[in-house]
């Protein structure tokens, strides 16, 4: 903060779709005295913090925490499970599906991409498809994206653990929860999802800078066997610290009083309604979305997401112009269309802590913004949205 850079009176609105609005509570549990790492009382926080994750992700299996980015869980689970030159089986869902792909690109995997047109989930067709064609079990891995940040379209992940099952085949499945976990329904158990990768800054409303890898008894059995050079990411190694509420280093204290803060939150307001919550709020922003005449980027009812929204702009109109009046005008950011959809959309976050008025607050602020830009649409999307949430 400086004078050139003048104090802004009020909040910040900070509509992205991650990194999330971090609520005080968490802010405050943060701030406190680092400890000992290998003391008992670090021991008790990782070992509650552990138990309430698993409520999280409805996983009996073990659950790594990393002190990353959602890239570094990418890596990790494609690290500890497989060889150089295995074939993994990939979905072009949008921008996120991508960067993983190139992830393993990178590390020398060889993946079959399925390419896609960004405005959907992944076709559970495809999968059979792909998969029954693979007689000799050469694929590996399955990697699919939950909810598609950049596209606002989530992958029913119980579909797409069926139809693996209905062609029998044996490659673990890979799934990529980092912006729809505590947001929708996620089922690491019951899905059959081999590794489920989060991280923090999306629906557990903390800063960025961790990572999660859930792991199902197959994935570890993978483990055993494979063939990539690593040493920071090893399973093995927290596995059997973390039974003791350790880490095989310094882990990130200070935001795991935030994890452990966010959790007591989340279970407090229960599992089922921080979900309702976000079908409810996402439901009002494609209310108000539909008031003003625009359209919606995912093209399947079925498949929208309880986590963002992102927004076409009618021909010839620059969604980045758009969000920029926003941001200097009401001091409010929504995010910006990533990669091939660059310009062409915006994306109304609603994750986390997030509640009706700042929804209200939110929407408020779009519409203004279209008003200020000339972009031609239909007034009183708000009003719609604002009918939606106030119905008794
Ligand atoms: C935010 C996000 C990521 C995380 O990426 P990092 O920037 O590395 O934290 C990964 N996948 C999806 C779907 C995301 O929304």
Request: proline share 4%.
């Amino acid at each position: 903060m400086s004078e050139t850079n003048p104090y802004q009176a009020g909040r910040h609105f900070l509509q992205i779709p991650g990194p999330s609005n971090v609520p005080d509570r968490i802010l405050r549990a943060m701030a406190q005295p680092t400890i000992d790492h290998r003391g008992p009382q670090f021991a008790e926080l990782t070992l509650g913090i552990l138990e309430k994750l698993s409520r999280v992700f409805n996983s009996s299996s073990p659950i790594f925490i990393y002190p990353a980015s959602g890239t570094g869980g990418w890596e990790s689970a494609l690290l500890n499970t497989l060889s150089p030159g295995d074939k993994v089986l990939a979905f072009e869902t949008g921008h996120f599906a991508t960067l993983w792909k190139n992830v393993a690109d990178k590390l020398k995997l060889e993946v079959e991409w399925v390419e896609g047109d960004w405005r959907s989930g992944i076709d559970t067709a495809v999968v059979s498809e792909r998969l029954s064609a693979d007689k000799k079990h050469q694929i590996k891995a399955v990697m699919a994206v939950h909810t598609e940040t950049s596209s606002g379209a989530t992958t029913n992940i119980a579909a797409i653990r069926a139809a693996i099952d209905a062609t029998n085949h044996p490659a673990l499945f890979m799934v990529d929860a980092v912006s729809s976990l505590a947001c929708s329904e996620f089922q690491h158990d019951d899905w059959g999802v081999d590794v489920t990768i989060s991280a923090s800054q999306k629906g557990l409303m903390l800063p960025p800078g961790l990572c999660f890898n859930a792991v199902s008894a197959k994935a570890l059995e993978y483990a055993k066997t494979s063939e990539f050079g690593h040493s920071y990411w090893s399973w093995t190694a927290m596995l059997e610290l973390n039974k003791r509420g350790y880490f095989p280093y310094t882990p990130a204290t200070n935001l795991l009083y935030g994890l452990d803060e966010a959790l007591t939150m989340l279970h407090s307001e229960g599992m089922n309604q921080v979900i309702k919550r976000h079908a409810r709020l996402a439901h009002a922003t494609r209310t108000a979305v539909e008031g003003w005449g625009l359209e919606n980027l995912c093209l399947n009812a079925d498949e929208y997401s309880n986590s963002t929204t992102a927004v076409l702009m009618p021909e010839g109109h620059d969604a980045d112009k758009l969000r920029n009046i926003i941001l200097e005008r009401f001091n409010m950011s929504l995010g910006m269309g990533l990669g091939k959809v660059k310009g062409k959309v915006f994306r109304i976050g609603h994750i986390g802590d997030f509640n009706d008025l700042m929804m209200a607050g939110t929407l408020s602020g779009v519409e203004m913004g279209l008003n200020l830009t000339n972009v031609p649409y239909n007034k009183g999307g708000v009003n719609d949205a604002l009918e939606y949430l106030a119905k008794p």
